[in-house]
C-alpha cells in the first residue's frame, strides 16, 4: 500500500505514494480538519517524477468535473437511441454465415444484468471517522507539514462539452452567484496552473498575472478551445525589484517592460541623490552618467506611466548635478539631435536650466519649467524703472506713490556680481562656460545645415532662447565678458527677418538679459571696450526699433509681448550710449561734436 511506496527506493514510486498519501488525506479529512502535505519542495521542479505528479493531482481534482460532464454526454445518447428505436423499430443483426449461428447455438446463453444502475454513492466523510494517515506531531506549531484546504468546484483547464446557447442566457443582468462562481472556478485554475508549472503556492501567488478575457474568449463556451487555444495557458510575469546599483537603472529603463520602466523611474532621482554626495560608493555615479543620461533622454511614454515626464525630468537634473561635467556634454550635444522629440528635447532643456539652478545656488526665480519667464519680467521691471528715471513727470509721479522698496535696509547681493571662485575650482563659476559655450556654439554649427530637422521650429528656438536666458543670468562676470560676440552672432541669425512670434520674443529677452547683465557688472564697460559687440549691437538696433514701430499697437498676447522686449533692448541700448558718452567725456573732458 502507501507504506510500501513511501519506504521504496525508487524515487518515482516513492512520489506516487507520497501523492497517493496526500490525496486520501485531503479526501477523508474532516471539514477544517488538518491535512497531510509533504511541502511544496517535494513536488517544485524537474526530474524523479515530479512533473507526473502533478498531472496526476491535477487529473484527479478534475475529476469530478469530468465525471459529471460524462453522465450528462451518457444520457443524451441514451435519449437518442430510444427515439431512434421508436421510429424505426428495433434493429436486429443477422449473422453473416451458417456456421457462425451454429457455433454460436452450442454455447449457453448468458443472462442479463441484475441491475441497470450503478449503486448509490456514498460521502467518504460520513462512513469514516478518521483519515488513513494522520500527522503526529508535539504541537501544532512545531508540525513541518502545511494545511491545505481541499480543492472542490470544476477546472477549465480541460475541455468541457458546450452548453447550448438560449437568448434567455444572453440576457444584459447577471447575478452574483455566477460572478462569485466565475471567481472561484478562475481562482482554482490558478492554482492548477501553478501545480502544472512547478510553481509553490507563495510564489504563484505573487508570480501570477490574471488577465481579462479576450472579446473573442469571453464570447465562447467553457469547452470551445478553439475559440482561443491559449486560454489554459498561465501567464507568469515575475515582479520587479527595486534598483540598488546605478549600474541597474539603465537596463530597466531600455526594456519593452512596463513595470521595468516604472521601477527605473520612480527609482532613478532618489537613487542618484542617495549615492552621489558621498566617496563611500566611489565612482559608480560618474562610470554610469552617460549611459544612464542616454537612457532617460530616448524614454517615450508608451505605456501611459503616471506622472512620466516628472520622473523623467528630476532624474536627469540628479544625474546632471551629481556629475555636471559629464552629463552637461552630453545634454548639450543631444539636445540637437534630430531622433528627438519636441517633448525629448524639453526634457534636456529643462534639466539643463534646472541644474545651472541648483549649482549656481542663486535666487530661484519663479517655478521650475518657468523660470525663463520670471527672469525676463524682472529685467523689464527694473529697466522700466531706470527709464522712469529719466523722464522728469513719471518721476514725480513716482515719488508720491508708497514705495515699499525703500524701507528695505539690506539689500542682496546678485550672484552675477560675485567674484567668489571655490578653493578647489569645482564651483558654479569654473563650470559654468560648459553650459553656455557648446550650447551656442552647435546652434551656430547646426544653423548652417540644411536639413535642420524639427529643432529650429518655433517652439523648439523659443525653449532654446529661453535656456540661454536663465543660463546668461546665472553666468559670472568670467563668463559674461567673452559671451558678447557669440550670442549677438546666434540672436543674428534669428532677427534677420524678424516675426511676431514666440521665438523673437525669447531671442529679444535674452538680448535684453544679457545687457541687464554687463549694466550691472561694470555699467557695460566691459561690453563698450569689446568692438565687435558694439559693431553687431548696432546691428541689430534698426531690426528693434522695426519690431517695436510694428507691434506697439498690440495690447495682449505675443504680440505684445514682443513689444514689451523690445522696449526693454531699446532703453538698454540708450543706457549703453548715455555710458559710453559718459566714459568719453571723463576721458577727454568734452563730448566731440
Known amino acids: 500500500g502507501v507504506s510500501a511506496h513511501l519506504a521504496h527506493a525508487d524515487p518515482l514510486v516513492r512520489r506516487t505514494g507520497m501523492l497517493v498519501g496526500e490525496l486520501l488525506s485531503e479526501r477523508t479529512a474532516r471539514p477544517g480538519g488538518k491535512t497531510l502535505s509533504f511541502g511544496a519542495a517535494i513536488w517544485n521542479g524537474t526530474g524523479e517524477g515530479r512533473e507526473e505528479a502533478r498531472v496526476l493531482r491535477a487529473l484527479y481534482h478534475a475529476w469530478s468535473h469530468h465525471s459529471d460532464a460524462i453522465a450528462v454526454r451518457a444520457a443524451t445518447f441514451k435519449h437518442d437511441s430510444a427515439a431512434i ?64 484546504s481541499p480543492r472542490e468546484g470544476p477546472l477549465r483547464m480541460f475541455s ?10 444572453s440576457s444584459s443582468s447577471s447575478s452574483d452567484s455566477d460572478s462569485d462562481a466565475d471567481d472561484a472556478d478562475q481562482h482554482e485554475m490558478h492554482k492548477l496552473a501553478a501545480d502544472l508549472a ?31 487555444r491559449e486560454a489554459h495557458a498561465p501567464q507568469f510575469d515575475k515582479r520587479v525589484r527595486a534598483p540598488v546599483y546605478v549600474s541597474q537603472l539603465a537596463p530597466l529603463l531600455k526594456t519593452s517592460s512596463r513595470q521595468s520602466v516604472r521601477m527605473g523611474l520612480r527609482s532613478a532621482a532618489a537613487l542618484v541623490a542617495r549615492k552621489a554626495p558621498t566617496r563611500t560608493f566611489g565612482g559608480e555615479v560618474d562610470e554610469n552618467a552617460v549611459d544612464l543620461t542616454l537612457a532617460l533622454a530616448a524614454l517615450h511614454d508608451n505605456f501611459g506611466i503616471r506622472r512620466f515626464e516628472d520622473m523623467r525630468r528630476a532624474a536627469l537634473v540628479e544625474v546632471a548635478c551629481a556629475a555636471p561635467v559629464r552629463v552637461v556634454g552630453v545634454l ?90 571655490d578653493p578647489d575650482g569645482r564651483g558654479w563659476a569654473a563650470m559654468a562656460g560648459a553650459f553656455v559655450f557648446p550650447l551656442l556654439n552647435r546652434y551656430l554649427a547646426y544653423q548652417a545645415l540644411s536639413s535642420r530637422g524639427s529643432l529650429f521650429e518655433p517652439d523648439s528656438l523659443a525653449l532654446l532662447f529661453d535656456t540661454l536666458g536663465v543660463l546668461i543670468s546665472l553666468a559670472p562676470p568670467s563668463v559674461l565678458r567673452p559671451l558678447g560676440p557669440v550670442l549677438l552672432e546666434a540672436l543674428a541669425t534669428l532677427l534677420i527677418s524678424p516675426s511676431a512670434g514666440l521665438e523673437t520674443a525669447a531671442a529679444l529677452s535674452a538680448l535684453a538679459i544679457f545687457l541687464h547683465a554687463h549694466l550691472e557688472l561694470d555699467s557695460a564697460a566691459s561690453l563698450l571696450n569689446d568692438r565687435t559687440s558694439v559693431r553687431m549691437l548696432k546691428t541689430l538696433l534698426p531690426r528693434v526699433q522695426m519690431l517695436f514701430t510694428q507691434l506697439n499697437a498690440h495690447t495682449g498676447g505675443t504680440p505684445a509681448k514682443v513689444a514689451a522686449r523690445a522696449a ?14 559718459q566714459t568719453i567725456q571723463d576721458a577727454l573732458g568734452f563730448i566731440p561734436a
Not at 441497470?116 to 494517515?133: K, M
Not at 468541457?160 to 442566457?169: D, N
Not at 526693454?568 to 558718452?581: C, P
Open 85 to 148: 428505436d421508436t421510429l424505426f423499430g428495433t434493429q436486429e443483426v443477422v449473422p453473416a454465415t451458417t456456421s457462425g449461428a451454429a457455433s454460436g447455438a452450442g454455447r449457453k446463453g448468458s443472462g442479463g444484468p441484475k441491475t441497470r444502475r450503478l449503486p448509490q454513492r456514498v460521502d467518504a466523510r460520513d462512513t469514516r471517522t478518521r483519515p488513513l494517515i494522520s500527522v503526529i506531531g508535539d504541537s501544532d506549531d512545531e508540525a513541518p507539514l502545511s494545511v491545505s
Open 160 to 169: 468541457a462539452p458546450a452548453r447550448p446557447h438560449t437568448p434567455s442566457e
Open 332 to 421: 548639450t550635444e543631444q539636445v540637437f539631435g534630430s531622433q528627438y522629440s519636441g517633448v525629448q528635447r524639453t526634457a534636456m532643456l529643462y534639466a539643463l536650466t534646472e541644474t545651472a539652478v541648483r549649482l549656481s545656488g542663486a535666487e530661484q526665480h519663479g517655478k521650475a519649467g518657468q523660470r525663463a519667464e520670471a527672469v525676463a519680467a524682472r529685467v523689464v521691471s527694473d529697466t522700466r524703472r531706470v527709464g522712469e528715471q529719466r523722464v522728469p513727470q513719471l518721476r514725480r509721479e513716482r515719488q508720491l506713490r508708497l514705495d515699499s522698496s525703500r524701507t528695505t535696509l539690506v539689500q542682496e547681493i546678485r550672484p552675477s556680481t560675485s567674484l567668489a571662485v
Open 568 to 581: 526693454t533692448v531699446l532703453l538698454q541700448m540708450d543706457q549703453l550710449d548715455q555710458a559710453q558718452t
Open 198 to 228: 512547478g510553481v509553490s503556492t507563495d510564489d504563484a501567488a505573487s508570480l501570477f498575472t490574471s488577465a481579462k478575457p479576450s472579446a473573442s474568449r469571453a464570447a465562447a463556451g467553457v469547452g470551445d478551445m478553439d475559440a482561443d
